[in-house]
């Protein structure tokens, strides 16, 4: 297969779940010293691993999984009966209660996992939108750090990247906005977003742009967002 070929299957290969035969070449071709694949890999490896740091896995407890197989007869359960039918009726009440409760609280559990599941498809299409961005023909990049650090991904026809690090969370009622700033023009707003506990942050602002003269830069503002910066910019990147 062509690098051209294997490009979308990069960041599959980077988180580790790339199936064959499209994992096999993108071996053979980094083994071979495939300056295509390699570009290509590291730039996935470094979106898999911001991507990686915000997203908890969608881990179903054991108590989970044990109900889940009781319920299809993988798990067999049973109870002894009492001899005397006053404690057995008792029982039989208590036993509603408890079983009643478990469900609730099975179907509890299920909705957390179908919700985690949820974000993580919703995190995994960020991550093909952030891999197309970067790995476009016509991307410019460019990188900043004073203070926060990171690059700066520019498509004429897919939008804007930005990755950061060591960005602190921003106050209640705050969040960051990137804006997209025209040679001699006005800011134009690009999107609010928020960083990471730890500092990472990733956003994306799709669509045509304009790259001549570019420059994207980021204030911190009310969470509601701005028409216009209000306060000092935290991240500013020229594009050469």
Aim: charged fraction near 20%; hydrophobic fraction near 45%; aromatic fraction near 6%.
């Amino acid at each position: 297969m062509t690098c051209e070929e294997l490009q979308d299957q990069y960041e599959l290969y980077a988180m580790g779940v790339a199936e064959d035969p499209e994992g096999a070449e993108i071996r053979a071709h980094l083994d071979r010293g495939c300056e295509v694949c390699m570009k290509g890999m590291k730039r996935a490896r470094e979106v898999a691993s911001m991507i990686g740091a915000a997203v908890a896995p969608a881990e179903p407890s054991a108590k989970l999984r044990r109900r889940i197989l009781a319920s299809v007869g993988v798990e067999q359960r049973g109870f002894g009966w009492a001899p005397w039918l006053g404690l057995l009726a008792a029982l039989s009440l208590v036993g509603v209660f408890y079983f009643e409760a478990r469900e609730q609280s099975s179907l509890e559990e299920l909705a957390a996992v179908r919700n985690q599941m949820r974000q993580q498809a919703v995190d995994l299409t960020r991550l093909n939108e952030a891999f197309a961005i970067m790995t476009g023909p016509e991307t410019k990049q460019v990188n900043f750090g004073a203070g926060a650090k990171g690059k700066v991904f520019v498509n004429p026809g897919s939008g804007v990247l930005l990755m950061a690090t060591n960005l602190p969370p921003a106050p209640a009622g705050k969040a960051y906005e990137m804006w997209v700033i025209p040679k001699g023009a006005k800011p134009v707003p690009a999107g609010m977003f928020q960083s990471q506990a730890d500092g990472t942050a990733m956003h994306i602002q799709r669509g045509p742009v304009d790259v001549n003269g570019l420059t994207v830069a980021v204030t911190m503002e009310d969470q509601a967002g701005a028409a216009q910066p209000t306060s000092p910019i935290l991240i500013v990147a020229p594009l050469q």
